[in-house]
């Protein structure tokens, strides 16, 4: 997952951290235009099984689910997010909630919200936040999915620097292409 910030995020997080665990708490927020909030038809849902190697903890903040994770000063306050889904609320509960004013069936743009809370010498407490980037939630028929019918370049450098444009159908013209090498490590 791509995170907005999320370098500035760990840099910062670094500079105020000497020996003490902390709590990431994550949550889902909204993705439009307005100020980043939590998502009304949206919650975290914590995920176990076998294979969810980060411990986590469900928690209950004026409606809005919230993820703990802890941060420990022995995995340099470093957390694998493998234990977290995104749930959808059902639009006939939400829409009772008095004040509620946006439509669950359109607002299917969420983001991950990541907040640490650094409590200080002096008895003050840093919040550090940072969100992802917009992430779709909605399911699409295979009518709309993303179809590429060609593409201008076969092959070019690891390094980059050349341009490839894709045709096709069901994605902007602003949408981006990223390749990724896995490899160990």
């Given at each position: 997952?791509?995170?907005?910030?999320?370098?500035?995020?760990?840099?910062?997080?670094?500079?105020?951290?000497?020996?003490?665990?902390?709590?990431?708490?994550?949550?889902?927020?909204?993705?439009?235009?307005?100020?980043?909030?939590?998502?009304?038809?949206?919650?975290?849902?914590?995920?176990?099984?076998?294979?969810?190697?980060?411990?986590?903890?469900?928690?209950l903040f004026s409606?809005?689910?919230?993820?703990?994770?802890?941060?420990?000063?022995?995995?340099?306050?470093?957390?694998?997010?493998?234990?977290?889904?995104?749930?959808?609320?059902?639009?006939?509960?939400?829409?009772?909630?008095?004040?509620?004013?946006?439509?669950?069936?359109?607002?299917?743009?969420?983001?991950?919200?990541?907040?640490?809370?650094?409590?200080?010498?002096?008895?003050?407490?840093?919040?550090?936040?940072?969100?992802?980037?917009?992430?779709?939630?909605?399911?699409?028929?295979?009518?709309?999915?993303?179809?590429?019918?060609?593409?201008?370049?076969?092959?070019?450098?690891?390094?980059?620097?050349?341009?490839?444009?894709?045709?096709?159908?069901?994605?902007?013209p602003d949408s981006?292409?990223?390749?990724?090498?896995?490899?160990?490590?």
């Open positions: 997952m791509a995170l907005s910030g999320g370098f500035l995020f760990s840099r910062q997080l670094h500079g105020y951290i000497e020996s003490e665990p902390l709590t990431l708490q994550l949550f889902i927020g909204t993705a439009d235009d307005r100020l980043l909030r939590p998502h009304a038809f949206y919650q975290v849902h914590r995920i176990t099984g076998k294979t969810v190697s980060t411990t986590s903890h469900e928690t409606n809005t689910k919230v993820l703990e994770i802890p941060l420990l000063p022995d995995n340099n306050m470093k957390a694998i997010i493998d234990c977290a889904g995104i749930l959808k609320l059902r639009n006939s509960d939400i829409e009772l909630r008095k004040g509620e004013t946006d439509i669950g069936r359109k607002n299917t743009r969420v983001r991950l919200v990541f907040r640490v809370h650094i409590p200080q010498p002096n008895g003050r407490t840093i919040s550090l936040q940072v969100a992802s980037n917009p992430i779709e939630c909605s399911q699409r028929s295979a009518q709309e999915l993303p179809l590429v019918e060609k593409q201008n370049l076969d092959s070019f450098p690891v390094t980059g620097g050349q341009t490839m444009i894709l045709t096709g159908h069901n994605f902007l981006k292409v990223i390749f990724v090498e896995k490899a160990q490590g």
